[in-house]
Nanobody, 114 residues
Framework: QVQLVESGGGLVQPGGSLRLSCVVSGSIFKNYAMGWYRQAPGKQRELVASITTGASTIYADSTKGRFTISRDNAKNTMYLQMNSLKPEDTAVYFC????????WGQGTQVTVSS
C-alpha cells in the first residue's frame, strides 16, 4: 500500500519562503509523474505543479516563477520550493501521483499571513 507523507508547512509572512517535502513509500516512485496540489477552505483541490519521470515540469499560472518542483528518486522524495509567498497561497498542500492518484495523504498546512 502506497503511503504519502507531506511535511514542511507552517506559518510564514507574505514574501517569505517554505520548502515542502513529500516522501512516497510502498511504490516505485521513479516510475511515475507526480504533482503538488493544494486545497484552500471552501475551494476545490487544484494542481499547482507537476513533474514527469524525466523531471520536466509544469506550473499553474498562479505559481509560475515563484514555485519550483523537484524530485530525488534515490530518496523517494519530491519537493516544492515556494518563494514570494502570498496570502492566497494559504491552503493545505498535498502530493500525489498524477494518473491515477493514490489515496491522499494528510497534507501539510501552509498559512501566509502577517
Amino acid at each position: 500500500q502506497v503511503q504519502l507523507v507531506e511535511s514542511g508547512g507552517g506559518l510564514v509572512q507574505p514574501g517569505g519562503s517554505l520548502r515542502l517535502s513529500c516522501v512516497v513509500s510502498g511504490s516505485i516512485f521513479k516510475n511515475y509523474a507526480m504533482g503538488w496540489y493544494r486545497q484552500a477552505p471552501g475551494k476545490q483541490r487544484e494542481l499547482v505543479a507537476s513533474i514527469t519521470t524525466g523531471a520536466s515540469t509544469i506550473y499553474a499560472d498562479s505559481t509560475k516563477g515563484r514555485f519550483t518542483i523537484s524530485r530525488d528518486n534515490a530518496k523517494n522524495t519530491m519537493y516544492l520550493q515556494m518563494n514570494s509567498l502570498k496570502p492566497e497561497d494559504t491552503a493545505v498542500y498535498f502530493c500525489n501521483r498524477r494518473y491515477p492518484p493514490w489515496d491522499w495523504g494528510q497534507g501539510t498546512q501552509v498559512t501566509v499571513s502577517s
